[in-house]
């Protein structure tokens, strides 16, 4: 089966860093635009950032000049750096693939970013 594996969530201050990284199948990864989704409670799920794979990356208004979005194919893993985080980057963060036509998508479990002092 399909799994994505998400990691990297914690706690940390704000205007500290942390990295998450999400691990795919080896079926999915080479073909699949990766993203990564937040939600919040009390809010919808956002896409904050994308990388198709042809490498075309695009990132969410809130998020930009902060993350950063890349891919190690070799370990068919996706990561998003986080950087400057604030307060209202809190929320549980999701790994998703999606293929070209849209048709077909995984997920991962979600990982806790909390942003607090």
């Known amino acids: 089966q399909v799994q994505l594996v998400e990691s990297g969530g914690g706690l940390v201050q704000p205007g500290g860093s942390l990295r998450l990284s999400c691990v795919a199948s080896?079926?999915?990864?080479?073909?699949?635009?990766m993203n990564w989704y937040r939600q919040a409670p009390g809010k919808q799920r956002e896409l904050v950032a994308w990388?198709?794979?042809?490498?075309?990356?695009n990132y969410a208004d809130s998020v930009k000049g902060r993350f950063t979005i890349f891919r190690d194919n070799a370990k068919n893993t996706v990561y998003l750096g986080m950087n400057t985080l604030k307060p209202e980057d809190t929320a549980v963060y999701y790994c998703?693939?999606?293929?070209?036509?849209?048709?077909?998508?995984?997920w991962g479990q979600g990982t806790q970013v909390t942003v607090s002092s």
């Open positions: 998703n693939a999606l293929n070209v036509m849209g048709v077909e998508d995984y």
């Open positions: 080896r079926s999915i990864f080479s073909t699949f635009t």
């Open positions: 990388i198709t794979s042809a490498g075309s990356i």
